[in-house]
Structure formats: C-alpha cells, structure tokens
C-alpha cells in the first residue's frame, strides 16, 4: 500500500506564498498522474490540479489558475504544489493523490473529470490563511 504524505502547510497571511510537498518512500512518481486536493471544513474535496509526468503537463482549476502551480523534481521523486496571492477561502486540509496514466489508470483525467478516482492517496497538510 503507497502511502503519499503531503506537507509544507502552516499558517501564512494573506497575500503570503506557501510551497507543499508530496512524496512518499521508495514511491517513485513517473507514468503517474499526481494531483492536488483540498477540502474545506463542511465543504467537499476540490480538485486543485494535476501534472502528468511522462509530459510534464499540467492543469489547473479555474480557482487557482494564476496563483497555484505544480511541478515535479524526479530526482527526489518529490511534487510540489505553490501557491502565491493566498486569500482566506483556501484555508483547507490539502491533499496529494497519484494515479498512473492511461491505459493502466486515470492519471489526471480524475481530476479534470472531478470524479477523484485515484490510485493512491496521502494524508493532508493544514493550510491557514488569516485575514
């Protein structure tokens, strides 16, 4: 069983940059699909976005795109969510997930679909933002 951890949340003010990482031992992240999760207190889980790394292509949901970007160091099998320009409303547990790319999985279909069917999931990091 692949256990992913995310980490790299805190508390930041808003306006502030943060930079989460994902990884997870002997875990190694190419033909994956690795995406970016949250999920707010009362609210459902949002996909935040996702970066295939066969191609390094990526997407981002409409209420990110501009501030966050994801991106992989394969050295240190390692992904990286950073987020700029935070604003109050993305306080949340953020969450990384992997999938492999078709044809053996979702890769980051599940995230552009919102289905959130991934292979692997890893526990969350707290993300606060104050006013």
């Known amino acids: 069983e692949v256990q992913l951890q995310a980490s790299g949340g805190g508390l930041v003010q808003a306006g502030g940059s943060l930079t989460l990482s994902c990884g997870a031992p002997?875990?190694?992240?190419?033909?994956?699909?690795v995406g970016w999760f949250r999920q707010a207190p009362g609210k459902e889980r949002e996909g935040l976005s996702c970066?295939?790394?066969?191609?390094?292509?990526?997407y981002y949901a409409d209420s990110v795109k501009g501030r966050f970007s994801t991106y992989s160091d394969n050295a240190k099998n390692t992904v990286y969510l950073k987020m700029n320009s935070l604003k109050p409303e993305d306080t949340a547990v953020y969450y990384c997930?992997?999938?492999?790319?078709?044809?053996?999985?979702?890769?980051?279909?599940?995230?552009?679909?919102?289905?959130?069917?991934?292979?692997?999931w890893g526990k969350g990091t707290l993300v606060t933002v104050s006013s």
């Open positions: 970066i295939t790394n066969s191609d390094g292509s990526t």
């Open positions: 002997g875990f190694t992240f190419a033909d994956y699909g």
């Open positions: 997930a992997a999938a492999e790319e078709p044809p053996y999985s979702n890769g980051c279909l599940a995230v552009r679909r919102k289905n959130y069917d991934m292979d692997h």
